[in-house]
């Protein structure tokens, strides 16, 4: 448990129907997936407004919004970019007493359920998964980006090096003209949009 984390106080909605907000800003989110910790970071304190409100028997609805600005790395030379997101939340919630942590599940309609046991609702796991699902896979920094040289890992963004006459700077790109950039990217280097995007990193 951390104090920082993003809270909404479902007690009094258990009890009696109704509805309930909380709203503030995360500079991060610790949460668990699967035995794990992880911590997913932004870039500046994400704003995040949250309501949720009663519907039939043990179920509620949540709804509200969450900016998060991620700090990701141009795929083709690796410099940062931040990548604002504006994520607009709707998640039926459900309460089970002998949960502990919350989760996601689908439900039977196909839709995602959050699924909790503590009316003090820690929101971090939930915001930290709809952030992952939003986040773009690559980014570039610039749509012209130039990339690195592939022998002295030169920014030919930055002009060219020795190599860039003699080494085509993607030999790949002859083969497959008329590609999109973005799934011709994500062929020649699967885990490039996974190093790009800072993922939570397990906490000692
Ligand atoms: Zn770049
Ligand atoms: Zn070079």
């Known amino acids: 448990m951390n104090d920082d984390a993003p809270r909404i106080h479902l007690g009094s909605l258990l009890r009696s129907p109704g509805e ?28 995040y407004g949250i309501d949720v409100s009663s519907l ?3 179920e509620l609805w949540l709804q509200g919004y969450f900016e998060p600005v991620l700090e990701q790395e141009c795929s083709r030379c690796l410099r ?21 942590e919350p989760f ?17 609702l820690d929101l971090s796991g939930y915001l930290a998964e709809m952030t992952m699902l939003s986040a773009p896979l690559s980014v570039l920094h610039a749509p012209e980006c130039k990339g690195l040289c592939q022998v002295c890992g030169h920014d030919l963004n930055e002009g ?12 790949e790109r002859s083969t497959e003209l008329g590609e999109p950039e973005g799934a011709q990217h994500a062929r020649q280097n699967p885990f490039a949009a996974l190093q790009a995007l800072k993922l939570p990193l397990p906490e000692d």
């Open 20 to 47: 309930t907000s909380a709203s503030g800003e995360v500079q991060e989110l610790h949460y668990q997936q699967g035995n794990r910790k992880q911590t997913l970071h932004f870039a500046e304190p994400a704003p």
């Open 160 to 171: 060219p090096c020795e190599h860039s006459a003699a080494v085509p700077i993607e030999p």
């Open 56 to 58: 039939e028997g043990n």
């Open 104 to 120: 996601l599940e689908e439900a039977d309609s196909g839709e995602e359920l959050l699924v909790f046991g503590n009316p003090d």
């Open 80 to 100: 940062p970019v931040t990548v604002p997101l504006d994520l607009k939340l709707g998640t039926l919630v459900q309460y089970r007493p002998n949960v502990q």
